[in-house]
């Protein structure tokens, strides 16, 4: 295993953005838990949700006075390929786990449990299946042990989850962002209800200059004016991005100028990305208004926030998602917003409100094209969407609910 290395942060400057009563209840928790050592595990520390979310709440809990840190699997790629397809099953996709499947799981695991020393960490909060099984070989002691699955689990293959069951059977308690993931029958009693955040004061989302947009957009190759729409997200298929190319399409027949930025990043977990980064270029074809753009093109996190800014409309059209952070990401820059209606997108997406929820390519058309033909409520979508992440997704909210959880579990 690796340590990842994180920003300093302070709670502070975030203060400004919650609720009196948040900042509070965080104070008074940080109290009680300084001192207490915390170690997050997962497999990367670039690209997707959980190192967005990590390099923002590692930061923070040290600042509560907490000693964390944060370590990352080392494994070959073949296992990565392994856990792609796990993920992939356990979000409900056809495919069998043979037995040298097992048995390559199994050895990464006990290669990486080396690393662990019994009882160096109060409590250690294991992110996804990549490294679920390392506590059936690693002593971790008497601390506390607790999973947090950021994937859609509520309608698994079978075979799968029952193999991930009996890794579950390790654990102390289980973070979900929807209760309705964790299946019936889950090996792990306590199970907690948190959906992810953004961070207001990241490259990601904080108020770009002027000098920083103008930089940004020529990179990402489109005028201010122009009308746009984005999806960012990793080429995967449960992204549907050749979705997002239809109702492009669809939707250029009517309002010609119209842009499709599709952006996307390479994460080192994620073997699949190639490919349909590849396959996604073949059916874009010749049309230049459509770019297909990623961080090997040094497409960063404030070029993202400049095409969530600028855009007219933002689409997430996932077909299973955990939670899709680019909505709320999205909505904090008062931006419309058209998502896939499963997993966390109809928490961060009300239908009609802040945006819409689809099911079809035909919806997403009919839906985005609502918004662009009316400036006015697209207006009014994107200062409701900024109040809905200002209530409910921002980060200082997700680190009050992990103290909280800490507190139980060390009580
Ligand atoms: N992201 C990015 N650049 C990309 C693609 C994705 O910065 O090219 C970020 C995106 O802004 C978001 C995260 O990666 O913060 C993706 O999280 P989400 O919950 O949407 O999906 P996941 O990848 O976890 O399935």
Same mark, same amino acid.
């Given at each position: 295993m690796k340590t990842a290395q994180v920003m300093k942060k302070k709670l502070i400057d975030y203060e400004p953005f919650a609720e009196k009563r948040l900042v509070e209840r965080i104070h008074e928790l940080s109290r009680n838990l300084r001192g207490l050592r915390v170690l997050h595990i997962n497999a990367t520390s670039f690209g997707g949700g959980v190192a967005e979310i990590l390099h923002t709440l590692i930061p923070l809990m040290k600042d509560c006075g907490l000693k964390v840190d944060w370590k990352v699997i080392d494994a070959p790629s073949t296992f990565f390929d392994l856990s792609k397809r796990m993920h992939n099953a356990l979000q409900g996709k056809e495919d069998s786990l043979s037995d040298e499947d097992k048995r390559l799981f199994e050895s990464v695991e006990e290669e990486n449990a080396r690393f662990i020393e019994p009882d160096e960490y109060d409590i250690v909060v294991i992110h996804d299946p990549q490294p679920v099984g390392l506590p059936a070989f690693? %002593?971790? #002691?008497?601390c506390k042990l607790v999973w947090r699955s950021h994937i859609d689990t509520s309608s698994p293959n079978q075979t799968f989850w029952n193999y991930l069951n009996l890794f579950l059977s390790h654990y102390d308690a289980g973070i979900f962002t929807l209760k309705s993931y964790a299946k019936d029958g889950i090996l792990i009693d306590k199970i907690y209800e948190i959906p992810p955040s953004i961070d207001p004061l990241s490259n990601k989302n904080r108020e770009l200059s002027d000098a920083e947009m103008e930089q940004a957009l020529k990179k990402l190759g489109i005028g201010k004016e122009e009308p746009v729409i984005t999806q960012v997200s990793r080429f995967d298929p449960w992204k549907d991005p050749m979705g997002v190319v239809d109702a492009y399409r669809q939707l250029k027949r009517k309002f010609v100028d119209l842009k499709l930025l599709l952006i996307g990043s390479m994460a080192s977990d994620d073997p699949e990305g190639w490919k349909i980064y590849e396959d996604l270029l073949r059916y874009v #074809?010749? %049309?230049? %208004?459509v770019k297909v753009l990623s961080n090997f093109q040094g497409i960063g996190d404030i070029e993202v926030n400049a095409a969530q800014r600028v855009s007219k409309v933002v689409i997430q059209k996932s077909l299973r998602e955990g939670f899709a952070l680019t909505m709320s990401e999205a909505m904090w820059k008062k931006t419309p917003v058209v998502g896939g209606n499963v997993g966390g997108i109809p928490l961060q997406v009300h239908h009609g409100v802040n945006g819409y929820l689809v099911e079809s390519v035909e919806e997403t058309v009919e839906c985005t094209r609502r918004i662009l033909e009316n400036p006015s409520l697209a207006e009014e979508m994107g200062a409701k969407g900024f109040e809905i992440v200002k209530k409910d997704f921002l980060i200082t909210r997700h680190l009050y609910q992990y103290l909280q959880l800490f507190a139980d579990l060390t009580e």
């Amino acid at each position: 295993m690796k340590t990842a290395q994180v920003m300093k942060k302070k709670l502070i400057d975030y203060e400004p953005f919650a609720e009196k009563r948040l900042v509070e209840r965080i104070h008074e928790l940080s109290r009680n838990l300084r001192g207490l050592r915390v170690l997050h595990i997962n497999a990367t520390s670039f690209g997707g949700g959980v190192a967005e979310i990590l390099h923002t709440l590692i930061p923070l809990m040290k600042d509560c006075g907490l000693k964390v840190d944060w370590k990352v699997i080392d494994a070959p790629s073949t296992f990565f390929d392994l856990s792609k397809r796990m993920h992939n099953a356990l979000q409900g996709k056809e495919d069998s786990l043979s037995d040298e499947d097992k048995r390559l799981f199994e050895s990464v695991e006990e290669e990486n449990a080396r690393f662990i020393e019994p009882d160096e960490y109060d409590i250690v909060v294991i992110h996804d299946p990549q490294p679920v099984g390392l506590p059936a070989f690693a %002593d971790f #002691g008497n601390c506390k042990l607790v999973w947090r699955s950021h994937i859609d689990t509520s309608s698994p293959n079978q075979t799968f989850w029952n193999y991930l069951n009996l890794f579950l059977s390790h654990y102390d308690a289980g973070i979900f962002t929807l209760k309705s993931y964790a299946k019936d029958g889950i090996l792990i009693d306590k199970i907690y209800e948190i959906p992810p955040s953004i961070d207001p004061l990241s490259n990601k989302n904080r108020e770009l200059s002027d000098a920083e947009m103008e930089q940004a957009l020529k990179k990402l190759g489109i005028g201010k004016e122009e009308p746009v729409i984005t999806q960012v997200s990793r080429f995967d298929p449960w992204k549907d991005p050749m979705g997002v190319v239809d109702a492009y399409r669809q939707l250029k027949r009517k309002f010609v100028d119209l842009k499709l930025l599709l952006i996307g990043s390479m994460a080192s977990d994620d073997p699949e990305g190639w490919k349909i980064y590849e396959d996604l270029l073949r059916y874009v #074809g010749m %049309d230049y %208004d459509v770019k297909v753009l990623s961080n090997f093109q040094g497409i960063g996190d404030i070029e993202v926030n400049a095409a969530q800014r600028v855009s007219k409309v933002v689409i997430q059209k996932s077909l299973r998602e955990g939670f899709a952070l680019t909505m709320s990401e999205a909505m904090w820059k008062k931006t419309p917003v058209v998502g896939g209606n499963v997993g966390g997108i109809p928490l961060q997406v009300h239908h009609g409100v802040n945006g819409y929820l689809v099911e079809s390519v035909e919806e997403t058309v009919e839906c985005t094209r609502r918004i662009l033909e009316n400036p006015s409520l697209a207006e009014e979508m994107g200062a409701k969407g900024f109040e809905i992440v200002k209530k409910d997704f921002l980060i200082t909210r997700h680190l009050y609910q992990y103290l909280q959880l800490f507190a139980d579990l060390t009580e």
